[in-house]
């Protein structure tokens, strides 16, 4: 059918291949070995565009709406025929432009570089809430989510990306993107107060402050990458920042910051300087 197809392994090595590579479109299955193809997800949705199809045996609607709602393309139940996936790949990559579509001006054109402040964030235990009641997660996500966009906007930020349970805001100011988050996590904390504590939905944050590629709208590079890896250093409810951050809004904010040392995160060369914010 006129495609090069490499088949991995497991979840772990699709990010660097991709790096690699650059393919065109990823087929990923959510039960993978390795890494859950939800996380493998996530992780390529915080630094490539690539066109992704999830397959999945779960096929009933609430199953479909999240599937896209993670990020991916299309979504297709098994068993399948494999005629429908070749007409969804088909459909998929014609919608994708191709690299350096346009011409090279065009391209170069499209591509900035800027200092922005990143946050990330995603939910505690989402897996587990999806698990115990699918419906009712879609739901407080999309309520939660639209919050977060409302708090973002509020302080002349930009979302991105939300794929999932995961959301990637951009910010021209360090300090806007730390009163955003500090009243985000007072915001839900509230409304959390109110659920039993199984039931509630708490997220964790990061914000970094780096220098980024700007490509279409979508944001690339290690700024990004540092966001999202410290987001996992916060306690849930909570806020963690990068060393660039602190720097900036040491003198600036009346926040409380925690110091909580060096931190080694993937892909990054030079241990990140990390500290929470104490609410």
Not at 82 to 98: D, F, Q, S
Not at 227 to 253: C, H, M, Q, Y
């Amino acid at each position: 059918y006129g495609f090069q197809v490499r088949a991995l392994p497991d979840g772990r090595s699709v990010p660097s291949t991709i790096r690699n590579e650059s393919p065109d479109i990823v087929i990923l299955d959510i039960m993978l070995p390795g890494k859950d193809g939800l996380e493998v997800l996530k992780e390529i949705r915080a630094e490539f565009s690539v066109a992704v199809i999830m397959l999945t045996a779960k096929g009933d609607d609430a199953d479909r709406i999240v599937g896209l709602e993670l990020g991916a393309d299309d979504y297709l139940p098994k068993p399948f025929n494999p005629r429908e996936l070749l007409a969804r790949i088909k459909a998929v990559t014609r919608r994708t432009p191709p690299q350096g579509a346009g011409g090279e001006d065009a391209t170069s054109q499209s591509i900035q570089r800027q200092l922005k402040a990143i946050l990330s964030a995603d939910v505690k235990d989402y897996s587990r809430l999806m698990s115990e009641n699918e419906m009712w997660t879609i739901q407080t996500l999309k309520d939660y989510r639209a919050l977060i966009a409302s708090h973002v906007r509020s302080h002349q930020g930009r979302v991105v990306d939300s794929p999932g349970d995961n959301l990637l805001a951009e910010f021209g100011s360090v300090v806007h993107a730390v009163e955003c988050a500090v009243e985000i996590q007072r915001n839900l904390s509230s409304r959390n107060t109110a659920l039993p504590d199984e039931k509630r939905m708490e997220y964790r944050i990061g914000v970094n402050l780096g220098d980024l590629v700007i490509d279409r709208g979508k944001l690339y590079g290690d700024g990004v990458n540092i966001a999202a890896r410290i987001e996992k250093l916060a306690d849930p409810g909570g806020i963690a920042i990068s060393g660039t951050v602190f720097d900036e809004i040491e003198n600036k904010l009346p926040l409380s910051c925690e110091y909580v040392g060096e931190h080694t995160v993937k892909n990054i060369l030079k241990p990140i300087k990390v500290y929470r914010i104490r609410i």
